[in-house]
């Protein structure tokens, strides 16, 4: 197979995922309909190499990735996290939530190494998927390698269908409320994505000179440092690159050096993503259909246990913060899938409660904030940073 007829099809396959994702708003992941055809592929005619042979070897991968979680950093406002308190405290119920059922619970059923490998998976996403599948493989534990991607494939399948039925619960209640005159409209839909406030660093610097070379220049100089400090600190402390590009990232963006969403700016995005996405369905080359049927029993354990997890943690914090229950697991749910499922899901059951502009506009200041704080808490941040403290642990 030639390298363009190569990435013709494996980039053909993740349009068909969206096309998909698209027809049925959202409700069967894109990422699922990708593994699908990708394990069909390896089990028929694809070669085993064919998304290196496409351009995607693991060092392209690897850098891709240092730039994509650096720019998760520059994403994070401290402002608005101290807004959502509330939620944030919520969200890291959830996960805590599910990290002690697996522990206790599955690693009797399952064994301590393959819980490891479902936690951050289970509670975030691509990323730190990726990191606990390299982790795996890097251990020689090829099962559990294809697990952790099976995990971040089949999660969202819970995830969705019940924070819907969650949302829609909550906006019903909202809704009764507010056509009693006793909820008002807030005054924004917040979002994590403020403007820098920061120290600008660059701010003399003439804008034509700020190219998307010199947005690149910046995130490397990012990524490096963070890769250079995991290796002086590797004596005394092991912490994972990653985790210190998130922490690195955040810094950056606050003392002006990083503008936000620096790598969207840069142009380099999409292609980062199409890297990643590629990256992590060439985990599962090494999947044969008996291995898939070993995993299947795990992989819904793991899951079951998981959201459970979430479910009681959550509603204990939702008691003691005055929150609401139905809204409390909406929020913890959202460490199955994150953004931006977390905005379709809650404005598709927005518009399904009501045709009123108005109801539309107060459900949405109630319901999308905390959602978005959420998923932003969860896969972005706690997920990466338990991918980079468990994979040590393999």
Excluded at 40 to 68: N, R
Excluded at 220 to 234: C, E, M
Excluded at 278 to 300: C, E, R
Excluded at 326 to 352: C, H, Q, R, W
Aim: overall charge neutral; glycine content about 8%.
């Amino acid at each position: 197979m030639s390298q363009m007829l190569a990435l013709l099809v494996v980039i053909f396959i993740l349009f068909i995922g969206d096309f998909v994702t698209v027809r049925t708003k959202a409700w069967v992941p894109s990422i699922f309909i990708c593994a699908i055809l990708f394990l069909l592929g390896y089990w028929t005619f694809f070669p085993k190499e064919i998304v290196a042979q496409a351009g995607i070897p693991s060092v392209v991968a690897t850098a891709l990735m240092y730039l994509l979680i650096v720019n998760m950093g520059t994403l994070l406002s401290i402002e608005e996290l101290k807004k959502q308190w509330k939620t944030v405290l919520i969200a890291l119920s959830g996960i805590l939530g599910a990290i002690a059922l697996l522990l206790s619970i599955g690693t009797l059923l399952f064994g301590i190494k393959t819980v490891i490998v479902a936690i951050p998976p289970l509670v975030g996403g691509l990323v730190s998927a990726l990191i606990m599948s390299e982790g795996a493989t890097q251990a020689g534990l090829m099962s559990l390698s294809v697990f952790a991607i099976v995990v971040y494939v089949m999660q969202g399948f819970v995830g969705y269908p019940l924070t819907s039925i969650m949302l829609k619960k909550e906006g019903k209640r909202l809704l009764k409320l507010n056509r009693n005159g006793q909820l008002a409209k807030k005054e924004a839909a917040a979002t994590v994505e403020h403007q820098n406030t920061g120290v600008k660093l660059f701010e003399r610097i003439p804008e034509k000179y700020n190219t998307n070379y010199f947005k690149f220049l910046k995130l490397a100089v990012v990524g490096y440092l963070a890769y250079l400090v995991s290796t002086v600190l590797d004596p005394i402390v092991s912490i994972s690159p990653y985790v210190l590009c998130l922490l690195f990232g955040v810094i950056a963006t606050h003392v002006g050096f990083l503008e936000r969403r620096a790598l969207e700016k840069a142009n380099g995005f999409g292609f980062a993503m199409l890297g990643l996405m590629l990256y992590i369905l060439d985990g599962l080359k090494n999947a044969t259909p008996d291995m898939m049927m070993d995993i299947l029993s795990i992989l819904i354990g793991s899951i079951a246990l998981g959201v459970i997890g979430m479910y009681i943690f959550s509603l204990i914090a939702g008691i003691f913060l005055k929150f609401s229950k139905k809204m409390s697991f909406a929020v913890a749910l959202t460490a199955l899938y994150g953004f931006p499922a977390d905005y379709i899901i809650t404005n598709e059951v927005i518009e399904s409660l009501t045709d009123d502009e108005e109801e539309r506009e107060v459900l949405t200041s109630h319901m999308l904030p905390p959602m978005l704080v959420g998923g932003f808490v969860t896969v972005t941040i706690v997920s990466v940073v338990l991918a980079g403290v468990l994979v040590g642990f393999l």
